[in-house]
């Protein structure tokens, strides 16, 4: 069964700071990722996914295969940057999408 | 926004109480998530909806139920409510066919169970 794993409850780095949000995950098949953020309690976004290989607001991820992780890396994290983060699998089969427990990152001045 | 609607924004409703929470997803989306959040628990799967038929089943009490109606909105009725009900409650669409389609989501139904 797939399943989605986030070690970290929560992360907290000064401003400036490398932050880097793991994610590992569970799947036979061939899995697409995803990073979804949430800022204070508001709907969920797409931050990104790794078949486009972007980055969006200085945040990139890569899927490693081998080690079965995507995790989540910006080399300067900013204020703004605090929210839920959550790594996401989405099914090919079912068309189901499971997320992970969520990261909350705070980013102090 | 994302295209996706959620009725109610709020609900406060007493412990053994009955409600519904209605989702309308994007527009061409065949696909319906419901998704409980509570404080501590994070974002939990409950359900997913395809085209009208029960796609995918996680976390759901069955005291839950759902359905997507042939418009593709779907419903999420919660029956016998108790305090530990309480919880954000989001709907999510993605268009359910191949290719790298995300889910979109909405704002969410806050459920106070008092």
């Known amino acids: 069964a797939q399943r989605v794993t986030q070690p970290e409850k929560l992360l907290s780095v000064f401003k400036g700071a490398p932050v880097e949000l793991k994610c590992n995950y569970s799947?036979?098949?061939?899995?697409?990722l995803f990073w979804y953020v949430q800022y204070s309690r508001q709907r969920l976004q797409l931050l990104l996914r790794?078949?486009s290989r972007e980055s969006i607001k200085g945040f990139t991820a890569d899927l490693n295969k081998g080690e079965t992780s995507f995790h989540l890396k910006k080399p300067f994290a900013q204020e703004e940057d605090s929210a839920m983060y959550y790594c996401?699998?989405?099914?090919?089969?079912?068309?189901?999408?499971?997320f992970g427990p969520g990261t909350r990152l705070s980013v102090l001045p | 926004d994302s295209g996706v609607t959620q009725t109610p924004k709020h609900l406060i409703t007493a412990t053994g109480q009955r409600v519904t929470l209605r989702c309308s997803p994007r527009?061409?989306?065949?696909?319906v998530y419901w998704y409980q959040q509570s404080l501590d628990q994070g974002l939990q799967f409950l359900i997913q909806?395809?085209?009208?038929?029960?796609?995918a089943k996680g976390n759901i009490l069955e005291r839950f139920s759902a359905q997507q109606f042939p418009d593709l909105h779907s419903e999420l009725n919660l029956s016998s409510l108790e305090l530990g009900d309480s919880a954000l409650y989001f709907c999510?669409?993605?268009?359910?066919?191949?290719?790298?389609?995300?889910?979109?989501f909405g704002q969410g139904t806050r459920l106070t169970v008092v």
């Open positions: 999510a669409s993605s268009p359910g066919v191949g290719g790298d389609t995300e889910a979109f």
């Open positions: 799947y036979s098949g061939s899995p697409e």
């Open positions: 790794h078949i």
């Open positions: 996401a699998l989405r099914d090919n089969y079912g068309q189901n999408f499971v």
């Open positions: 527009s061409g989306d065949l696909s």
């Open positions: 909806y395809y085209n009208g038929e029960e796609r």
